[in-house]
C-alpha cells in the first residue's frame, strides 16, 4: 500500500512539473547547492588542517573547497547554473562517446564495428539532450516526464 502512494504522489508530482517545469528545476538546484556547498565547506576544513602534514594535498583540497563553494551558491542563488553545467556534463560524455564510437570503428575494437556505430549513436542522443538540459525549461520537462514515467512503472510493478 506504501509502494502505491509514493508512486501516486511520483505521478502528481509529474504532472506538476509537467506543467510548471520551473518548479522541478528550482529544488533540484537548491538541493544540489547546498550539498556542493557542504562538500566545498568539508574540503575547505580539511584543507587547512591537512596543510601541516602535506602543503601540496592541502592547497589543493582548499581550492576545490573554494571552487565547490562557489558552484554550490551558484546553484541556490541561480538554476539556470545549474542547468548549464548539467547540460555541459552531458555534452561532453556525448562528446567522448561520439570519439569513442568513431575510434571503434575504424579500430574494429570490441570484434565488431558495431560497437563503434552504437557508440556513435548513443553519443548523438547525448549530444542533443546535452543541449536541452541547458536550459531550465526544457530540464524541467525532462524531470517532469522522469517523475510521471518512475510514479507509474512503480505502481505497476509487482511486489
Known sequence: MQKNTLAILLIILGIIVLAFPLAG???LSVLTGIGVAFLGIGLLLAGFSDRVESSGLGLLEIVLGLIALVLGLGFVLNPG???FVAGLLVYIAGLFLV????VALFTKAGGSRWNGVVAIIIGLIYLVFGYLVSDPFYLGILIGI????TGILMYFQKD
Request: proline share 7%; no cysteine.
Open 146 to 149: 522522469w517523475l510521471l514515467l
Open 81 to 83: 547554473l545549474f542547468s
Open 99 to 102: 570519439i569513442i564510437g568513431v
Open 25 to 27: 528545476v528550482v529544488p
